[in-house]
């Protein structure tokens, strides 16, 4: 539990009891207790633990108690009934960008609205704009919303789907006279979003193996069951549905099958015309020549190879001109590569974890270096550091540095990207950290040129190691700023600042292809956690798959580099050495 989840749970009880009309006192009190758990120095948990919480102004006996719940049980009992006393499918539009408490209200007491479908029929009928207080532009906003909503569709989050299929993989490898199970389809090739888990498995009874898979623990539905496929539903964190697929394929197609339903369909394509042109037949069964006489089919590098082809890495099976680059394909980055991370935060800003908790972590990953990058004063939400407290930051974190033996840490921060490109701390602030990443956090509406050339303006601050997050994408929730990528990969270049691959599942950001054309670019990128607990140093594994679907190598990330060549490469900006 984090306190901006505990946090997000009042904000959601303050928003059901404004749909269901309560007194506005009521409302705004759990709108308050929203604010002020998520203002907490420390960890609800702990600080409940150790009895602190009790003494925090604002934290009542009635709000303590539903804390205490939720710390045990994971839930409140009256957010709970709250939702359960509204249509199931109302607390949905609230997160329809553009609908508040008071539109969701308005639209079902007066129109019925529980859902998006009857949200989206009220729109095209014309009967929402005809409401009190909407109009057409409010309505025009609401259903680019929903548009964006929709165009996500049901696609699960990478990070969501990853030990989701990870956990039923590993259950079906226990099941017995199972050999080998692999997961494939787009989760294989480490697509930011997926529509459904594809896993293969070689077993010798097909049937019962399906039927074990159907029988599984966590599974909510059954959609097909068969004697090699099967095909369930599980509930993802969240409660919406997530199909998961499993094949039973025999020792000597599995290669193909392995090749078939890893995809994409594209490369799929490409790759069976090539073999029609030879006069063979490519399927997941085999490949096979012109008297249907097996070639290859037992493992995938034997049809690549066969086929005269090196064996793509998965990720970039896109028939995104990896046919063309067959000859000369890039060393893709891996995961051990990686030898340390530059963004993270702690207790000091919207952190669960100390700066010492955090190398901790990060020494068991046997990274090198991190760097501990708190939020600066115009962050005020996730308590942004002023001029006064980073000085003492910095300090803290030096002599902390020299505690420790195996890791260094470097002293940063992430530094506001302000509404006209200059940044949140003066330029003595950023000098004295070893590093510093830029970030936008607000005004990221704001229309393309302005957004660039703001943007552009932070990179050219000599102190501006790495451009954060770059467009500020939340994935399935937020478009990102309306950047011209192109202009920012030159500035990039130009100024010698890195481009950041933020590996936060939610953000994914930059994404694949800007990636790559950061990477043909020459420009150096950056592939960082952001991480908020010492557990999300994990999600490097997230970042690593993104970097590899923009054909990005070693040589072309920052944090695969020894330190010695970090700081060389940090002070050559500095020092205005940049051509
Ligand atoms: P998803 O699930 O929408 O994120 O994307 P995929 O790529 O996992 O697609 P899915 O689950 O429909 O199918 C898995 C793989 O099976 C896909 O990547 C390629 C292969 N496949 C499926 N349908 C076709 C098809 O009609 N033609 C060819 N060539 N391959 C197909
Ligand atoms: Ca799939
Ligand atoms: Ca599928
Ligand atoms: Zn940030």
């Known amino acids: 539990m984090t306190n901006s989840e505990l946090s997000g749970i009042f904000d959601r009880i303050g928003d059901l009891l404004d749909i269901k009309g309560e007194m506005v006192f009521r409302v705004n009190a759990y709108r308050r207790a929203a604010r002020t758990v998520k203002d907490l120095p420390r960890d609800a948990a702990s600080m409940l633990?150790?009895?602190?919480?009790?003494?925090?102004?604002?934290?009542?006996?009635?709000?303590?108690?539903?804390?205490?719940?939720?710390?045990?049980?994971?839930?409140?009992?009256?957010?709970?009934?709250?939702?359960?006393?509204?249509?199931?499918?109302?607390?949905?539009?609230?997160?329809?960008?553009?609908?508040?408490?008071?539109?969701?209200?308005?639209?079902?007491?007066?129109?019925?609205?529980?859902?998006?479908?009857?949200?989206?029929?009220?729109i095209e009928d014309g009967r929402a704009a005809k409401l009190k207080g909407f109009g057409e532009k409010s309505v025009a906003q609401i259903k680019a919303g929903m548009d964006f909503a929709s165009k996500a569709g049901d696609r699960t989050p990478l990070g969501m789907a990853w030990p989701i299929?990870?956990?039923?993989?590993?259950?079906?490898?226990?099941?017995?006279?199972?050999?080998?199970?692999?997961?494939?389809g787009s989760l294989r090739r480490g697509l930011e979003t997926?529509?459904?888990?594809?896993?293969?498995?070689?077993?010798?009874?097909?049937?019962?193996?399906v039927a074990a898979f159907a029988a599984m623990e966590g599974v909510k539905r059954v959609i097909a069951q068969g004697d090699t496929k099967g095909s369930v539903v599980v509930e993802k964190p969240g409660g919406s549905e997530l199909q998961v697929d499993l094949r039973v394929v025999p020792t000597e197609s599995f290669g193909a099958a392995l090749q078939y339903f890893t995809g994409s369909k594209e490369h799929n394509v490409r790759l069976r015309e090539m073999a029609g042109k030879k006069k063979w037949k490519l399927n997941e069964w085999g490949l096979f020549d012109a008297h249907e006489k097996p070639l290859a089919g037992k493992d995938e590098a034997?049809?690549?190879?066969?086929?005269?082809?090196?064996?793509?890495?998965?990720?970039?099976?896109?028939?995104?001109?990896?046919?063309?680059?067959?000859?000369?394909?890039?060393?893709?980055?891996?995961?051990?590569?990686?030898?340390?991370?530059?963004?993270?935060?702690?207790?000091?800003?919207?952190?669960?974890?100390?700066?010492?908790?955090?190398?901790?972590?990060?020494?068991?990953?046997?990274?090198?270096?991190?760097?501990?990058?708190d939020h600066t004063q115009s962050s005020a939400i996730a308590h942004g550091l002023t001029v006064d407290k980073m000085w003492r930051q910095i300090e803290k974190l030096r002599r902390l540095n020299e505690k420790m033996r195996e890791?260094?840490?470097?002293?940063?921060?992430?530094?506001?990207?302000?509404?006209?490109?200059?940044?949140?701390?003066?330029?003595?602030?950023?000098?004295?950290?070893?590093?510093?990443?830029?970030?936008?956090?607000?005004?990221?509406?704001?229309?393309?040129?302005?957004?660039?050339?703001r943007t552009i303006r932070a990179m050219e601050n000599p102190y501006v190691t790495i451009l954060g997050h770059p467009t500020g994408r939340l994935i399935n929730r937020r478009e990102g700023g309306d950047l011209d990528m192109e202009q920012i990969v030159a500035a990039a270049k130009r100024t010698g600042t890195a481009l950041e691959l933020n590996s936060s599942w939610q953000r994914l950001d930059?994404?694949?292809?800007?990636?790559?054309?950061?990477?043909?670019?020459?420009?150096?990128?950056?592939?960082?956690?952001?991480?908020?607990?010492?557990?999300?140093?994990?999600?490097?594994?997230?970042?690593?798959?993104?970097?590899?679907?923009?054909?990005?190598?070693?040589?072309?990330v920052l944090n695969t580099r020894p330190l010695p060549t970090v700081r060389k490469w940090i002070a050559r900006k500095r020092s205005g050495k940049v051509k």
């Open 49 to 122: 633990a150790d009895g602190s919480l009790a003494e925090v102004a604002g934290i009542g006996k009635g709000l303590l108690e539903k804390i205490e719940q939720y710390v045990k049980t994971g839930k409140i009992d009256l957010y709970e009934e709250l939702a359960a006393s509204v249509p199931a499918g109302l607390p949905a539009l609230l997160e329809v960008p553009g609908m508040g408490p008071k539109k969701v209200a308005l639209l079902w007491k007066e129109l019925g609205v529980d859902s998006m479908e009857a949200l989206k029929k009220a």
């Open 165 to 184: 299929a990870e956990g039923i993989a590993a259950k079906v490898r226990e099941l017995p006279g199972v050999k080998r199970v692999e997961i494939a």
């Open 194 to 209: 997926i529509g459904d888990v594809d896993i293969l498995c070689e077993a010798k009874d097909g049937a019962a193996t």
């Open 302 to 373: 034997g049809i690549y190879k066969k086929m005269g082809l090196p064996l793509f890495p998965a990720e970039i099976r896109e028939d995104r001109g990896e046919f063309e680059a067959a000859g000369e394909l890039p060393e893709l980055i891996e995961r051990s590569d990686i030898r340390g991370d530059f963004h993270m935060h702690t207790t000091a800003s919207d952190g669960t974890a100390t700066a010492e908790a955090m190398a901790e972590a990060a020494g068991k990953l046997h990274y090198e270096y991190i760097a501990i990058t």
């Open 407 to 453: 890791i260094t840490i470097l002293v940063g921060c992430e530094c506001d990207i302000l509404a006209d490109g200059s940044l949140d701390y003066p330029d003595s602030v950023l000098a004295a950290c070893d590093l510093v990443v830029a970030s936008l956090h607000s005004g990221l509406r704001q229309e393309r040129a302005k957004l660039t050339a």
């Open 510 to 556: 930059l994404n694949a292809n800007h990636v790559r054309m950061a990477r043909d670019a020459g420009v150096m990128l950056t592939i960082d956690t952001d991480s908020h607990a010492t557990a999300q140093l994990e999600q490097m594994a997230y970042g690593i798959r993104t970097a590899r679907r923009g054909w990005v190598r070693a040589e072309d």
